[in-house]
């Protein structure tokens, strides 16, 4: 019995001390107490909000918004704003459940004024760039875009930054201030089609009308070249070793055109071959003299004397 009543002597004091230690007020503000309990309970509703807040957005971008005919950029748009308003929402009930009125959270607020003032301005500025690229649209999920001297495809666009996956299929993590105050190229803003201009010289001594006939074979033969706009031929410039021509064709997505660039230089290198057309290399001519003139009869007067 007496063991009984030490343990649960024992376990009364660690059940009133831990109640004590989650309800002693660690700060107020205004008239508002807040403890250890109070806090755990804050950090709960907000995890649950957030969890919820993802599962609701991937629910809305594969399930609900892939049911409409809508662009992959706008349903993550929709999706992605879906989740920051659930996220706000789940902030204020949090505060509002542990008994943060509205006031202490302006107070809350104006202290965070003053960190940002000191320095969260670049956190703050890649969040607001983040709203105002999801808002304006300048880029999309799936876009391939050039920033930075980065190119690749857009993949996510979240509060702060935007992954980006190269060419070479690395990601790259770029904030979300770079799209709003640089100047960034959208290859598939509005329209994915792309003008594919390859250029290659021909020698001075080839016929120009057989020149135009072999690049424009090579541009009927490509499969991926569009026949509306037509492909051009043009000749750009005459060089120090070769006419300058230029092959332009437009192609229908523009995340091809390496592959499409690839296919229309080996077919012209067949297509020249074929019709003995050349592709000239620079040549340079090396002349030797020396400086100094040297009289026939001083150079004759040195062999004797050697002699």
Known sequence: MDNNNFFEQSYTEIISSAHELLTTTLFQLQETQVSLLTLIIFFLFLIAFIIASRVIKRILLNRVLSRFEIESGLRYTLARISQYIIVTIGVLISFQFIGINL????????????????????????????????????????????????????????????????????????????????????????????????????????????VMKALKEVADENETALTDPEPQIHLVSFGDSSWDMQLRVWIPDVKRYPFVRNEINQAIVHKFREYGIEIPFPQRDLHVRSSVPVPVDQAKKTDETKN
Request: zero cysteines; aromatic letters at 8%; proline letters at 3%.
């Open 103 to 210: 006031s202490s959270l302006a107070v809350i607020f104006g202290f965070l004024s003053v960190g940002i003032g000191f320095g969260l301005q670049n956190i703050t500025s890649n969040f607001i760039s983040g709203l105002i690229v999801l808002f304006e649209r300048p880029i999309s999920v799936g876009d391939r875009v050039k920033v930075a001297g980065i190119e690749g495809d857009v993949l996510e666009i979240n509060i702060r930054a935007t992954k980006i996956r190269t060419l070479n299929k690395v990601s790259i993590i770029v904030p979300n201030s770079e799209f709003v105050s640089s100047n960034v190229i959208n290859y598939s803003h509005g329209d994915p089609e792309f003008r594919l201009d390859v250029s290659v010289g021909v020698s001075y001594g080839s016929d120009l009308d057989t």
